[in-house]
């Protein structure tokens, strides 16, 4: 496997798998086939939204796409020990860090974020739950029709069906955690 394109291998490798095209995948993941193209080919690591709907429509939870290693409980990582998935895989404005990799029976997805400034236009919308805690800088978070600033400390937790779009404010970068839940 191309370790520099191991997201967009795996999931080829899924969707190969399932006998299903670029086309039929994108219809199933309400994305464009381009898109698909693009994170197959390693051009582009797409957002925690899209992958969460690219692992439903593949049948597998979010963590198939990154896990190497199985590690026994209690998993630990240490700060310096992080490690930025998809960093390699073409430009995003979100950099990030899973803190779950290894435990191959989690229920949840916890992740350091780093979020540039200009991040897009675009809000997600995807089954399941998401709490964030704003690390530093300021966020500003679009819940529907709602915006909401946050600041360093604050967190949110919501239903992530309702389109959302959790981006830095003041045009400087932020880092949040987040724990992302998606049922299977």
């Known amino acids: ?9 795996r999931i080829r490798t899924y969707r190969e798998k399932l006998g299903i095209t670029q086309e039929e995948l994108a219809e199933r993941t309400g994305t464009d086939a381009d898109l ?3 994170v ?3 051009n582009v690591y797409p957002p925690v939204g899209v992958l969460i709907k690219l692992s439903r429509a593949l049948g597998k939870r979010l963590g198939t796409f990154t896990d190497d290693i199985v590690v ?4 630990i990582t240490r700060a310096s020990g992080r490690t930025e998935e998809g960093s390699s895989q073409g430009k995003s404005h979100y950099h990030y ?3 779950g990799k290894g435990k191959t029976d989690r229920h949840m ?4 974020i780093q979020i540039d400034p200009e991040c897009g236009e675009k809000t997600s919308s995807h089954e399941g739950e998401e709490f964030i805690m704003v690390l530093s800088g300021r966020i500003e978070l679009t819940y529907g029709r709602e915006k909401h600033m946050l600041e360093p400390g604050d967190s949110v937790y919501y239903n992530s069906l309702i389109p959302h779009k959790v981006s830095a404010a003041d045009d ?7 724990m992302i839940y998606v049922p299977f």
Do not use: V
């Open 1 to 9: 496997m191309d370790e520099d394109n191991k997201l967009g291998s």
């Open 36 to 38: 698909i193209r693009d």
């Open 40 to 42: 197959e080919d390693g």
């Open 72 to 75: 026994k409980d209690p998993l």
């Open 97 to 99: 860090f899973p803190l």
């Open 109 to 112: 997805d916890p992740l350091f």
């Open 172 to 178: 400087r970068p932020a880092e949040i955690f987040a």
